[in-house]
């Protein structure tokens, strides 16, 4: 089934933009009064066209992105599974975490419960769904087995901590230094996140790993696997455009559409945070590393959302929150992008050493 190139980006930025749209806009879907709440909608029907197309096409077509004479033209099969996985998430998500939510644990539960409770079941929900849209991309398998090798966990675990260490080691350090009087009453105080803190900790560590695995991991290296077929034949420029459309998509899932100048900086923020990551994953190839900053960020983020002063910040003699987190974001990324540099800068002059130096670049890779 070969179509235009210019006819497959118009396909290719209406599923980008309307995947990030439809959490926002989900009730603007037509749906039939005929048929039950999760098969009614106009989505679910969407997502079933586009799997009856696969089916049709199943095996080596869709993993052949280019087709017509000179191979300009691109083979629609072959975009299929970027496809399915954009919509079958948004579909998933709309119409059956609420009511199976619901299901699980009843309607009573309380305001802050609830919320944390429904952020680790969605994560769940979300790892379930990419674990099952793996078939349709075997050809990412080895790149996906490479990017979460657990020999990679050290090395995340190990840049994280540097970060956090030099993040409020030196903030703490600039307290001592310029305050009037050595702190000045300055602090850094642990403040948890209410009663529940235990599990907002594990929820925001599941939602970041399960949407690095979806997002990084299968749409931006599908989409970057893709974009030669589309005329994108720079290999940096295809990562970056690749890390970008996913990037916009995600952002988009968190504009609330209410017209405010919060808004619009919520959306900056979480799309600057979104191509960091996607770089991230471009410059180390590990998803631990992606998954742990995101859990980090969301971290340091989650305090500005909520009432009661919450997190580890400094706070002066009256217990006042001094800094704001986009400041801890900044820096944090910063340190993060210098220990991925850094690796890479030491794996270029092991090379250079021989067999012995190639072999220890490879085990630091």
């Known amino acids: 089934m070969a179509i235009s190139r210019r006819l497959a980006w118009a396909i290719l930025l209406a599923a980008v933009v309307t995947a990030g749209l439809l959490r926002q806009f989900h009730a603007a879907i037509p749906s039939s009064p005929f048929l039950p709440a999760p098969f009614g909608s106009l989505l679910f029907f969407l997502i079933v066209i586009l799997f009856l197309v696969f089916a049709k096409g199943w095996g080596r077509r869709q ?10 033209r ?26 199976l939510f619901s299901a699980i644990n009843g309607t009573r539960l309380r305001a802050d419960l609830h919320n944390v409770l429904y952020l680790i079941e969605s994560a769940t929900g979300l790892l379930i769904v990419s674990v099952a849209l793996l078939p349709l991309f075997r050809r990412l398998l080895p790149l996906l087995r490479k990017f979460l090798r657990p ?44 009663r ?3 599990l907002v900790l594990l929820a925001q560590g599941l939602i970041a790993f399960a949407e690095e695995l979806y997002y990084r991991g299968i749409l931006q290296t599908e989409l970057a696997f893709l974009l030669p077929a589309l005329g994108v034949t720079r290999q940096r420029t295809r990562l970056a455009l690749a890390a970008g459309l996913i990037s916009i998509a995600f952002a988009l899932e968190h504009f609330v559409g209410s017209g405010t100048g919060g808004d619009v900086r919520r959306m900056v923020f979480t799309l600057t945070c979104s191509l960091l990551l996607g770089v991230l994953l471009i410059l180390a190839d590990n998803l631990w590393l ?10 340091l983020v989650l305090p500005s959302g909520r009432a009661a002063p919450s997190g580890l910040q ?52």
């Open 63 to 72: 993993e052949i992105p280019y087709a017509g004479e000179g191979l300009g």
């Open 314 to 365: 400094f706070v002066d003699g009256a217990g006042r929150i001094l800094l704001d987190p986009s400041l801890y974001v900044s820096v944090f990324f910063s340190l993060i992008f210098v220990c991925a540099y850094a690796r890479m800068g030491i794996g270029v002059a092991l090379r250079k050493r021989g067999p012995l130096g190639a072999a220890l670049a490879k085990g630091l890779a």
């Open 151 to 194: 020999r990679r966990i050290p090395f995340a675990g190990a840049s994280i901590g540097f970060a956090l260490l030099v993040l409020y080691g030196g903030l703490w350090a600039f307290f001592r230094v310029f305050s009037s009087g050595g702190a000045g009453g300055i602090h850094l105080r642990w403040l948890g996140f209410g």
């Open 74 to 99: 691109v083979n629609f099969l072959a975009l299929l599974p970027l496809l399915i996985a954009l919509m079958l998430e948004k579909w998933v998500s709309i119409t059956i975490y609420g009511p």
């Open 196 to 198: 529940y803190t235990g």
């Open 290 to 299: 992606c998954a742990g900053c995101h859990f980090i960020v969301d971290v």
